[in-house]
């Protein structure tokens, strides 16, 4: 899901220098909690996580705010995660070039920032608004997203037959349960099947089609119409996507058909190492601030 409807990162930097502007110390949480509150903010964007969901969206971006803040000169941290505006940071506050003040800005008049944040000039435009972090996710998403290409690009190069078997190793790799590849002989709408449980009682049924074009709803109806009197479980997946009469027409029927659209295939496999292997591996660390500051 896109954050362009959270402000960025260096949009926060004005309101956190003017909350502490008042001159007292404030603690990190506290300077984040009133700084969210001056915002209309829906419960699903407080809620919202980071791509590798290790922190909410907005939170994450006001700490770098107050980071880029402190490494300007604007805040210290009289101890550790209690901060203040400095003298500089008041002198800002107070003179028109306030309401300049962004990452840019901070990058034009503050030489600590420049070295901390990316100078690579080709790169400056888009990174410029982002924090380090969000950069790098940046690189990893489109590093994915070429992968994606190759994976459907390599599923075209195969037989029909692959392709089929790739989806039932899909949904066995999810953890569905343990599943096989219909007979080329006897498709009848029916690619593969995924037993759920040991006695096969619970089983769903499994449709591929390696399309370039979008799947229409006659397509999933024949599906539906193979189920019938078996199982209400099915997974119909493309390598492309569905018309929107697919949608409604599933709205209207008692079986519950999963889609998985071409988009959506590529992501699944990349995210459960079908066809895909990890290259390499880096490790992101951060100050352990416990360790600095032990109780006395």
Not at 133 to 149: A, C, H
């Amino acid at each position: 899901m896109s954050n362009t409807d959270i402000p960025r990162f260096d949009e926060f930097m004005k309101p956190v220098l003017k909350f502490c502007g008042d001159g007292k110390e404030h603690i990190a949480k506290e300077i984040k909690n009133t700084v969210m509150s001056s915002y209309d903010f829906s419960d699903e964007q407080l809620s919202r996580m980071t791509p590798k969901g290790n922190a909410f969206v907005i939170e994450d971006r006001l700490h770098w705010a107050i980071y880029y803040l402190r490494i300007a000169g604007l805040l210290t941290s009289v101890s550790r995660g209690i901060h203040v505006i400095t003298k500089e940071g008041l002198n800002l506050l107070e003179s028109n070039e306030f309401e300049k003040l962004n990452l840019k800005y901070l990058q034009q008049h503050y030489p600590n920032v420049v070295e901390k944040h990316s100078s690579n000039k080709s790169k400056k435009n888009k990174a410029e608004n982002k924090t380090p972090v969000e950069n790098i996710e940046d690189i990893v998403n489109n590093l994915n997203e070429n992968l994606g290409k190759e994976i459907l690009e390599n599923i075209f190069s195969n037989n029909p037959y692959f392709f089929e078997k790739v989806v039932v190793e899909l949904l066995e790799a999810m953890g569905y349960g343990e599943g096989f590849v219909t007979k080329k002989s006897h498709d009848n709408g029916v690619d593969g099947i995924i037993k759920q449980d040991v006695l096969g009682l619970d089983t769903i049924y499994v449709q591929a089609k390696r399309y370039k074009n979008k799947v229409g709803i006659n397509d999933v109806k024949n599906f539906a119409a193979s189920m019938e009197g078996e199982t209400n479980k099915g997974v119909f997946i493309t390598t492309s996507d569905f018309d929107k009469t697919v949608i409604n027409y599933l709205n209207k029927i008692n079986k519950s058909i999963i889609l998985i659209d071409g988009q959506k295939l590529v992501e699944l496999m990349i995210k459960y190492n079908l066809g895909t292997r990890i290259a390499t591996t880096y490790e992101i660390k951060e100050i352990d601030s416990d360790y600095f500051n032990p109780e006395m």
